[in-house]
């Protein structure tokens, strides 16, 4: 299994560090010839999901990404990530990838200083910690959505048969459990 990880802003790696752990060959993209072979899964970091938008499209790399999903490739986002998977990203300067028939709510928790840390139910993996900052939610999911988690009655993680995303960062906690949750997507599709 070999596993993409964006890497043109954010903790990326933190979630190579999260998939070494795990046993999971990794490779950071930062331009379009990273993505010439289509992997089998790839991670979308938080970061600014505005900037993260806009180099999507000056490095060609969204409709890349597009076709290798099409193509069998698994996704997932955190953060500005999910943001980035969403159909409808809430912010004009923001193009989604289409992925998640959803609508996201961007800073949804506030600034900064809104940000929190948490334990809470995840579909199938039972309370995980959850690490917020400048977190969005999930304001809208269609029916073809799965929702994973909810805090405080908001939309904190969605799935597909293909897309994951989290508005929280498992990757700054100790627990592999989403990773896993991730891995387990591929390998079943």
Do not use: W
């Amino acid at each position: 299994m070999r596993i993409g990880v964006l890497a043109l802003q954010g903790a990326f790696e933190e979630h190579i560090k999260m998939l070494n752990a795990l046993g999971v060959e990794t490779f950071e993209i930062r331009q379009l010839k990273d993505l010439s072979e289509i992997p089998d899964g790839l991670i979308i970091p938080g970061g600014e999901s505005t900037v993260m938008s806009k180099l999507l499209d000056e490095l060609n790399i969204r409709s890349r990404i597009i076709e290798c999903v099409n193509d069998g490739m698994c996704v997932f986002g955190t953060c500005a990530g999910l943001i980035l998977l969403c159909k409808d990203t809430g912010d004009e300067r923001c193009k989604g990838l289409g992925l998640l028939n959803c609508q996201a709510k961007r800073n949804a928790y506030g600034r900064q200083l809104g940000s929190f840390q948490t334990t809470e139910e995840f579909k199938g993996l039972g309370k995980i910690p959850m690490v917020f900052i400048r977190a969005p939610y999930v304001s809208f999911a269609e029916d073809d959505v799965e929702v994973l988690s909810t805090v405080d009655d908001k939309i904190v993680a969605v799935a597909n048969d293909k897309t994951l995303a989290t508005a929280f960062h498992p990757e700054l906690t100790n627990d592999l459990s989403v990773h896993k949750y991730f891995i387990d997507m591929i390998k079943n599709r």
